[in-house]
């Protein structure tokens, strides 16, 4: 090794995590040495290296010239002799401590004393392995993210006693290799993963309470939050037993309630159902048609709208936009005539809008989406509307601050009272709100009148944060914890979300863009009616609050 550069790097492990880094190593030029146990797990990394190779021949980004290049920079062996003449060795073996350490005291006995070596770990501690070497400061993280080929982020983790050349060394590497390296110190999960398996394992929370089923889960973070898979296709995708030794790892660290892991899964872990690769987890992968099917469309509903507001005239917009008919009563919560003709300028000619409740009498679906100033005005605004509106039509509550069952009890027919909530005002998901007062057939009712809205109907009970936001707001305030213990900065944050998970924005982007007012009352909330102290905002969120300024 001169001037911090690495000319031949060794991977232990040739699993698929294993065979992609030496994929990427030897994309990048560099010649690799590949060890495995025996000569049966050898072959097994060398089909994983000529099927991702090959699969990118297909796909027409590689040719077959330069497979044959990067295969023949690879040499494959049993024999960690070979690993002599190394000047990094990335280790990539399962995620089980005893074993890492046995791997590194046979990399102590071949490695020369220059030689980084370095642990491909997602969730275990970097220190804990260093000490038990007799070159700790040479013992850098790098933690790759499957598939290793394509996923743009590396988190470089050094330890109290990692020398700074070393980590600096590993992400120049790193960066040469055409990844976005984040440094970071030696904690549990590092950065993406200990955001990730936090939100991963309250969905399981989630489902395991009844609160809402897998699929309807699934449907609300990949729509609603715009996430590129549900966390229970992706915690198939990784792997029940993968997710399970993070989380166990993670909360050995934290002792935080928020990572202890759910019954759920240890039970799913126990019976051998561990997702994709046993064929079944969450999901049954056998026949691949175990997902619900969507509700059937009612025919073209008439819908009213109730409100004078943004939201009201959002709501009469897109109803109006998907063919429907649609009536907006301007009337406020205090069932005051508004601006009928201010509010006719803004909306499409297709929307009828008056100030008379009697007009709703003959809709199939009412949404209040009024703007509540007085906690009392919504319960007489739906007594009126209960009234007023036929017997058999839905009346829904876009507010998501005033519990449903309450409004459900004023309007004088609990079991016609439900949710509709719409987590970002321009996206398509509905959250469809149910309490113990709500008949089944009337949420399917429901759910049929948004699919004919062109709307995704999900359904949940009603709690604090309904789906999505449950779920979301935990995630960022854990975002904002970790950036207020100066553990990685806002960039670092975002970027391990955005490049290792796939994310569409970062978490402390996110938080900006929503609204630290929104976030911090609704986990208020979330904390009151849970009584769960990691659901208290981060005393950043506050102070930022507090001042009127971003988190960027």
């Given at each position: 090794m001169t001037g911090g550069s690495f000319s031949r790097v060794g991977v232990v492990g040739l699993g698929t995590m294993g065979a992609g880094i030496a994929e990427v190593l030897a994309r990048g030029g560099l010649p690799v040495v590949g060890i495995e146990i025996d000569a049966a797990a050898l072959e097994r990394g060398r089909g994983h290296l000529e099927r991702s190779t090959g699969r990118a021949v297909k796909r027409g980004r590689l040719t077959e010239d330069a497979q044959a290049e990067i295969l023949g920079r690879v040499a494959l062996s049993t024999d960690f002799a070979d690993l002599g003449d190394c000047d990094l060795v990335i280790e990539a073996?399962?995620?089980?401590?005893?074993?890492?350490?046995?791997?590194?005291?046979?990399?102590?006995?071949?490695?020369?004393?220059?030689?980084?070596?370095?642990?491909?770990?997602?969730?275990?501690?970097?220190?804990?392995?260093?000490?038990?070497?007799?070159?700790?400061?040479?013992?850098?993280?790098?933690?790759?993210?499957?598939?290793?080929?394509?996923?743009?982020?590396?988190?470089?983790?050094?330890?109290?006693?990692?020398?700074?050349?070393?980590?600096?060394?590993?992400?120049?590497?790193?960066?040469?290799?055409?990844?976005?390296?984040?440094t970071i110190g030696d904690r549990a999960g590092f950065v993406a993963n200990r955001l990730l398996f936090g939100y991963l394992n309250q969905a399981a929370q989630m489902l395991e309470t009844g609160h809402a089923t897998r699929d309807d889960i699934d449907t609300a973070m990949k729509v609603g939050a715009g996430l590129p898979?549900?966390?229970?296709?992706?915690?198939?995708?990784?792997?029940?037993?993968?997710?399970?030794?993070?989380?166990?790892?993670?909360?050995?660290?934290?002792?935080?309630?928020?990572?202890?892991?759910?019954?759920?899964?240890?039970?799913?872990?126990?019976?051998?159902?561990?997702?994709?690769?046993?064929?079944?987890?969450?999901?049954?992968?056998?026949?691949?048609?175990?997902?619900?099917?969507?509700?059937?469309?009612?025919?073209?509903?008439?819908?009213?709208?109730?409100?004078?507001?943004?939201?009201?005239?959002?709501?009469?917009?897109?109803?109006?936009?998907?063919?429907?008919?649609?009536?907006?009563?301007?009337?406020?919560?205090?069932?005051?005539?508004?601006?009928?003709?201010?509010?006719?300028?803004?909306?499409?000619?297709?929307?009828?809008?008056?100030?008379?409740?009697?007009?709703?009498?003959?809709?199939?679906?009412?949404?209040?989406?009024?703007?509540?100033?007085e906690a009392r005005l919504p319960l007489e605004l739906f007594e009126a509307l209960g009234a007023a509106v036929r017997p058999g039509a839905i009346l829904a509550a876009a507010d998501p601050e005033i519990p449903v069952i309450d409004l459900a009890v004023a309007a004088g027919r609990p079991g016609e009272v439900l949710g509709l909530h719409r987590p970002e005002a321009e996206g398509t998901l509905v959250e469809i709100v149910t309490t113990a007062a709500t008949p089944a057939e009337v949420a399917d009712r429901a759910a049929a009148l948004s699919a004919a809205l062109g709307l995704t109907p999900v359904r949940c009970r009603d709690r604090v944060g309904f789906i999505v936001d449950a779920l979301r707001f935990p995630y960022l305030n854990d975002a904002a914890t970790m950036l207020g213990a100066g553990y990685a900065d806002a960039d670092s944050i975002d970027a391990a979300m955005t490049l290792g998970c796939g994310y569409p924005a970062g978490p402390i982007a996110d938080l900006d863009r929503i609204g630290l007012d929104r976030v911090v009352e609704v986990l208020d909330a979330m904390a009151e009616e849970t009584r769960e102290p990691s659901l208290v905002p981060a005393l950043m969120l506050e102070e930022h609050l507090a001042a009127g300024i971003p988190l960027r």
């Open positions: 073996v399962p995620e089980r401590i005893e074993l890492k350490r046995k791997v590194f005291a046979e990399l102590d006995k071949v490695c020369r004393d220059d030689a980084v070596l370095a642990t491909n770990t997602s969730s275990l501690s970097v220190t804990d392995i260093a000490v038990t070497t007799r070159r700790p400061t040479k013992i850098v993280g790098v933690h790759f993210f499957n598939p290793a080929p394509v996923m743009k982020l590396v988190e470089v983790i050094r330890t109290v006693l990692t020398d700074p050349e070393a980590v600096a060394g590993v992400a120049a590497l790193v960066r040469g290799l055409g990844k976005t390296p984040v898979m549900g966390p229970f296709t992706l915690m198939d995708l990784i792997g029940l037993d993968t997710c399970l030794e993070v989380l166990e790892a993670i909360h050995a660290e934290s002792r935080d309630r928020r990572h202890a892991a759910s019954p759920v899964l240890r039970e799913l872990v126990t019976a051998g159902l561990l997702g994709r690769k046993t064929g079944r987890g969450f999901y049954s992968y056998e026949g691949e048609a175990e997902r619900a099917a969507e509700p059937a469309p009612a025919e073209a509903p008439r819908v009213g709208v109730v409100g004078t507001g943004p939201e009201a005239v959002a709501y009469a917009g897109a109803i109006a936009r998907s063919g429907a008919s649609v009536r907006l009563v301007a009337v406020d919560l205090r069932r005051q005539p508004g601006d009928a003709d201010a509010l006719r300028a803004d909306l499409d000619d297709k929307v009828e809008v008056g100030t008379d409740l009697a007009a709703l009498a003959g809709c199939d679906l009412v949404i209040e989406a009024s703007e509540a100033d």
